[in-house]
């Protein structure tokens, strides 16, 4: 499947000037990310199985947040994060063929969950279907093409 | 006894590849045709209720279009494939509450266009892609499918569910569609088809996706005691409940493994006074077989993590213990969002099932909307609540 060219539209210019010196950047909370004291974290997506923590605990939003949800402000910082992230789920998209009938080579998609908390959508490269499984940890790479933004993929780590 | 609301008419023009009516036009003879099922003339309504649809769908000048006057209720809505049973919903209250007696509720849409195959009308793409949602396109999420995908995955992860599972829906729900006249796709398969139908996007198959459909459905609610006057057998509306989860996309998300049904079934279920063993049969939203097999769970026809299991024992299917999606629902019948679901409802509570007819004594209706992100649910049934 062919990417195509990646333009900016100013609402997300700090994930692509970091993308373009090969870091993640996600969005933080600089009001949650210090709670005052005695602070409840946000519960609110408990998981079937409840092993998992809150998601807002260190206000790690994802890049496209346009408010936090725990207090409602509009004032978000960008912040670097490590890249190491974690499988949640994957698919291989087959993509649509062609008006000539030949069909582009499928791509291996993803969710994955930042070490920071935020998932992202994600795209895989450097393994195969047969090689994935939850939690498999993960790390993020940049691919800079000649034309337009750099953007992410994220390889087995 | 306290009057209840009731679905007195309900009206479908042609689905499926039908060209050159406008999606107001759809929806104006759908309004005509279920005032007309009624027995009623347009100018008995006093509301009018709109879905948002995909795109070019109509809004609020629908009342217009129809020449409707002095209306006491006029909206259009939109929980995306949840609005169905919300409108429904909405309607109920209205007419319970005295602020409305005659209420239409329509969805219309016209995606389809010709010489244009089904799958290009949800689907996007682009030589340039902007800003970070441009982004997540660019790398390959162009339509719903991957997320959807994506959600199936991760229960099978978790579950253990098979892609058997999934495609048992998808035999079970083409098997009720070959008993039905208005489905699109009514020729029967097998599991080795679905097996041999090609990937959208893994673990989905083509057979495990909806169809798509050009088209208008509309019914009208009224007060119960005034539906048993009118032309057609009283659809009575005992529960109605939404779920709208939340989840954030962050560590702990229960996304794809639980929906908004946990949330509005229950909610419907106890209004109407019933519990999951009591419902005869079920209308769920089947945008994807996934989207029927959680669905299962979350209303609690079966345990979490068991609904392939459920499915692929049979139980769906003619001669099942839960009949589901007996017109074909909208793998193989029509896809007119949460209206798919809503219309065979009405049809099965009447008793107008013929080959298809399921046992309809309290009859579970599901819309699903966003990436089973919003739910609401209604419970009918052709008696009156608590009769």
């Given at each position: 499947m062919d990417i195509g060219i990646l333009r900016r539209d100013g609402r997300t210019d700090g994930f692509f000037d970091a993308a373009a010196r090969d870091r993640l950047a996600v969005r933080r909370c600089a009001a949650c990310a210090a709670p005052p004291e005695g602070a409840v974290p946000s519960d609110r997506?408990?998981?079937p199985d409840g092993a998992a923590t809150g998601a807002g605990a260190e206000a790690f939003l994802p890049p496209d947040a346009t408010s936090c949800p725990d207090c409602g402000t509009e004032d978000l910082g960008w912040t670097d994060v490590s890249g190491e992230a974690v499988l949640v789920s994957w698919?291989?998209?087959?993509?649509?063929?062609?008006e000539d009938g030949s069909a582009p080579p499928p791509a291996l998609l993803a969710l994955v969950e930042l070490a920071e908390g935020p998932w992202l959508y994600a795209r895989l490269d450097g393994v195969g279907p047969a090689g994935l499984r939850e939690g498999l940890p993960l790390r993020v790479r940049f691919a800079h093409p000649s034309e337009g933004e750099a953007y992410p993929l994220f390889t087995p780590a | 006894m306290r009057d209840g609301a009731a679905i007195a008419g309900l009206g479908m023009t042609e689905l499926g590849r039908v060209y050159g009516r406008s999606p107001r036009r759809l929806a104006a003879d759908a309004v005509r045709a279920a005032v007309d099922d009624a027995g009623l003339a347009l100018g008995d309504l006093d509301g009018l209720l709109v879905s948002h649809g995909l795109g070019g769908s109509p809004g609020i000048e629908l009342a217009d279009t129809l020449g409707l006057r002095d209306l006491r209720l006029l909206t259009q809505m939109n929980s995306f494939g949840?609005?169905?049973?919300?409108?429904?919903?909405?309607?109920?209250?209205?007419?319970?509450s005295g602020a409305a007696t005659t209420v239409a509720c329509v969805f219309a849409d016209a995606p389809l266009k010709p010489k244009q195959s089904a799958g290009s009308a949800y689907h996007r793409d682009a030589p340039e892609w902007y800003g970070f949602g441009?982004?997540?396109?660019?790398?390959?999420?162009?339509?719903?499918?991957?997320?959807?995908?994506?959600?199936?995955?991760?229960?099978?992860?978790?579950?253990?569910?098979?892609?058997?599972?999934?495609?048992?829906?998808?035999?079970?729900t083409r098997e009720w569609a070959s008993r039905n006249p208005l489905a699109q796709m009514r020729d029967p398969i097998t599991l080795d088809d679905h097996r041999a139908s090609r990937w959208v996007s893994e673990p989905l198959r083509l057979l495990d996706c909806c169809i798509v459909s050009n088209g208008a459905v509309a019914v009208v609610v009224t007060g119960a005691d005034r539906a048993a006057d009118l032309a057609r057998p009283p659809v009575h509306v005992w529960g109605w409940g939404q779920g709208h989860p939340g989840h954030r996309k962050a560590r702990g998300s229960a996304f794809?493994?639980?929906?908004?049904?946990?949330?509005s079934g229950p909610i419907a279920l106890k209004m109407a006074g019933?519990?999951?063993?009591?419902?005869?049969?079920?209308?769920?939203?089947?945008?994807?077989?996934?989207?029927?097999?959680?669905?299962?769970?979350?209303?609690?026809?079966?345990?979490?993590?068991?609904?392939?299991?459920?499915?692929?024992?049979g139980a769906l299917g003619p001669g099942g213990s839960l009949p589901?999606?007996?017109?074909?629902?909208?793998?193989?019948?029509?896809?007119?969002?949460?209206?798919t679901p809503v219309s065979e409802a009405v049809i099965q509570a009447r008793g107008d099932g013929g080959d298809r007819q399921a046992p309809n004594d309290v009859i579970l209706v599901s819309g699903n909307g966003g990436i089973l992100d919003h739910h609401a649910t209604l419970v009918l049934s052709p008696h009156r609540k608590g009769a």
């Open positions: 997506d408990v998981p698919t291989v998209l087959h993509p649509r063929p062609r | 949840a609005t169905a049973g919300a409108m429904v919903s909405y309607a109920a209250m209205s007419v319970l441009g982004m997540t396109a660019a790398l390959g999420f162009r339509s719903v499918n991957a997320f959807y995908a994506l959600a199936a995955q991760r229960h099978m992860a978790r579950y253990g569910t098979t892609g058997d599972q999934l495609g048992a829906i998808a035999v079970s794809g493994l639980v929906t908004g049904a946990a949330t019933v519990t999951p063993s009591d419902v005869t049969q079920a209308q769920l939203y089947d945008c994807y077989t996934y989207t029927v097999l959680v669905s299962l769970e979350d209303y609690g026809f079966c345990g979490k993590g068991e609904g392939g299991a459920f499915a692929a024992s589901t999606n007996t017109g074909g629902g909208q793998l193989s019948g029509y896809y007119m969002w949460g209206m």
